[in-house]
Antibody, heavy 122, light 111 residues
Framework: EVQLLESGGGLVQPGDSLRLSCAAS????????MAWVRQAPGKGLEWVSSIINSGMTTSYGDSVKGRFAISRDNSKNTVSLQMNSLRAEDTAIYYC???????????????WGQGILVTVSS | QSVLTQPPSVSGAPGQRVTISCTGSSSNIGAGLDVHWYQQLPGAAPKLLIY???NRPSGVPDRFSGSKSATSASLAITGLQAEDEADYYC???????????FGGGTKLTVL
């Protein structure tokens, strides 16, 4: 059974940093690209960042580019999101998600974690 | 504003059929890119419902179906049940943005 378990969320002040982690199990982690998707309170889904299976290529949404960094450790089956210079508008539930699909432009999210709340407020 | 446009809400009585549209542009759906659909029950994480336009993952009832044409896609739900009440999101890739895009979401209410 595929499981994705996020950790590291919490309440931080604007300008602070926070690191989210996602522990994966139940599938061959090093085979699949992974992503972070977020959902602000009462709002829709927003893709945040992706990393391919090897970790060699990453991509980011415009709203987080230059502030967030995604990484993975295939030996530990974990993917992380380092979030710097946090803003109030980064307040959201952050979901770790597993990709599936033939090529990057066809990728979709076939499994999701339960999500973790990040609150940025003074 | 979302890159993919969905109606904010739809509703139907138990047993009825409803459709949810997802309209894109020439840089995403119109470019031939696949559309995927997710169901988010209240208080839960999203769940994959339809992938690559019309494919259902194992375990998804055949009451759910997807279609795609030109610059839009649709999710149809037949034989509406109370447990279908949820938010539904479409998703694709956008060449101009170089990233993955979602619709704004549609809230389905079962009357």
């Amino acid at each position: 059974e595929v499981q994705l378990l996020e950790s590291g969320g919490g309440l931080v002040q604007p300008g602070d940093s926070l690191r989210l982690s996602c522990a994966a199990s139940g599938f061959s982690f090093s085979t699949y690209a992974m992503a972070w998707v977020r959902q602000a309170p009462g709002k829709g889904l927003e893709w945040v960042s992706s990393i391919i299976n090897s970790g060699m290529t990453t991509s980011y949404g415009d709203s987080v580019k230059g502030r967030f960094a995604i990484s993975r450790d295939n030996s530990k089956n974990t993917v992380s999101l380092q979030m710097n210079s946090l803003r109030a508008e980064d307040t959201a539930i952050y979901y770790c998600a597993k990709y599936r699909g033939l090529h990057a432009s066809a990728w979709f999210f076939d499994y999701w974690g339960q999500g973790i709340l990040v609150t940025v407020s003074s | 504003q979302s890159v993919l446009t969905q109606p904010p809400s739809v509703s139907g009585a138990p047993g009825q059929r409803v459709t949810i549209s997802c309209t894109g542009s020439s840089s995403n759906i119109g470019a031939g890119l696949d559309v995927h659909w997710y169901q988010q029950l209240p208080g839960a994480a999203p769940k994959l419902l339809i992938y690559a336009n019309y494919n259902r993952p194992s375990g998804v009832p055949d009451r759910f179906s997807g279609s795609k044409s030109a610059t839009s896609a649709s999710l149809a739900i037949t034989g509406l049940q109370a447990e279908d009440e949820a938010d539904y999101y479409c998703q694709s890739y956008d060449f101009n943005l170089g990233g993955y895009v979602f619709g704004g979401g549609t809230k389905l209410t079962v009357l």
